[in-house]
């Protein structure tokens, strides 16, 4: 069985998101945690599929479970989709990341980190598929 394991760092300080995906020839686990006070706040599952409008676009059947009280779906629903059409694989993510009192430019920052480790191991699927190293 092969297994890979990457982690992917964005933002400092208060806004920084950590990115642990843990990739496998059949699916992707990704954690990712940030602000002040790393949690879980949610879970997404999202498999890919043959899209409505034809089996050339790619659709993903997503469940979440956030946590009462969480916005972390945010996050974890749209990342989840995002690496199942790029890997073709189903991907489960967990989102835990929280600011104090945390207002429109911190969210904006933090969103932003949160799309930077997902591109950052979007690369990374790329050259592993690329390379078909161990897929």
């Not at 843990?22 to 990712?32: F, H, K, L, S």
């Amino acid at each position: 069985m092969l297994v890979e394991k990457r982690t992917f760092y964005a933002g400092k300080d208060k806004y920084q998101i950590i990115m642990l995906a843990t990739i496998t020839g059949n699916g992707i686990v990704a954690q990712i945690f940030g602000g002040e006070k790393a949690h879980v706040g949610a879970v997404a599952l999202s498999i890919p599929g043959p899209g409505v409008a034809g089996p050339e676009k790619v659709s993903c059947s997503t469940t979440v479970v956030p946590l009462l009280g969480h916005k972390d779906d945010e996050v974890a629903r749209p990342v989840a989709e995002e690496l199942a059409k790029t890997w073709g694989s189903p991907v489960v993510v967990v989102a835990g990341i929280h600011i104090d009192n945390a207002g429109k430019e911190d969210i904006r920052e933090l969103l932003n980190n949160c799309r930077e480790v997902t591109r950052a191991l979007i690369r990374e699927l790329e050259g592993l598929k690329k390379r078909s190293c161990i897929f």
